[in-house]
């Protein structure tokens, strides 16, 4: 059964980097694109981007990029966001998703989300 | 790039209908046949309801369907369940590689 499974909770000083992983199984780790969600405290869900694990290409909204970037190992079927210059209003939980055989956005997979907590 | 806009809350009575719209621009739900919808329970992952505006996943009951207009999508949950309790996204493409959640929706079953 497909499954994404992320890594612990984090807790990081202002400034700091993050790095989140997504360890997915159950089906062939590079068909399939994985996008990254955030949802900060009250507040909505976050697209963060998505990298394609066959080639490494990413995308990123204007936001996130400079700050963000997601990576993959084809060798143990994991993907990673790594999140630099943390500051508080980064503290959420952020999710890896697998975007199925739809067009687009097609989450139909989800890791169980990693709280970052982002405090001096 | 902002959030596509949803009310901030819906409500009805088990068994009534409630319709959450998803408004974006031409830019976005305007142009791609690529909006999804999530629903989303406390402490747990968000769950797709909807994908390519009207299509449901397996699993998902035949009560959730989506539609769209111009710059609007829409989601409308029939024969409201106290399960259907939750906060509720659309997503849409928006163009290179780019794609964007709502404001979010609190469904709230009276």
């Known amino acids: 059964q497909v499954q994404l499974v992320q890594s612990g909770a984090e807790v990081k000083k202002p400034g700091a980097s993050v790095k989140v992983s997504c360890k997915t199984s159950?089906?062939?780790?590079?068909?399939?694109?994985v996008h990254w969600v955030r949802q900060a405290p009250g507040q909505g869900l976050e697209w963060m981007g998505e990298i394609n694990p066959n080639t490494g290409g990413t995308s990123y909204p204007q936001k996130f990029q400079g700050r963000v970037t997601m990576t993959g190992d084809t060798s143990i079927s994991t993907v990673y966001m790594e999140m630099s210059s943390l500051r508080p209003d980064d503290t959420a939980v952020y999710y890896c998703?697998?975007?199925?055989w739809g067009g687009g956005s097609d989450f139909d997979y989800w890791g169980q989300g990693t709280l970052v907590t982002v405090s001096s | 790039q902002s959030a596509l806009t949803q009310p901030p809350s819906a409500s009805g009575s088990p068994g009534q209908s409630v319709t959450i719209s998803c408004t974006g621009s031409s830019s976005d739900v305007g142009t791609y046949n690529y909006v999804s919808w999530y629903q989303h329970r406390p402490g747990k992952a968000p769950k797709l309801m909807i994908y390519e505006v009207n299509k449901r996943p397996s699993g998902v009951p035949d009560r959730f369907s989506g539609s769209k207009s111009g710059n609007t999508a829409s989601l409308t949950v029939s024969g409201l369940q106290a399960e259907d309790e939750a906060d509720y996204y659309c997503?849409?493409?928006?163009?290179?590689?780019?794609?964007?959640f709502g404001t979010g929706t609190k469904v709230t079953v009276l």
């Open positions: 997503i849409s493409y928006r163009g290179s590689s780019l794609y964007v």
């Open positions: 998703a697998r975007d199925g």
């Open positions: 159950g089906y062939t780790f590079t068909d399939l694109y």
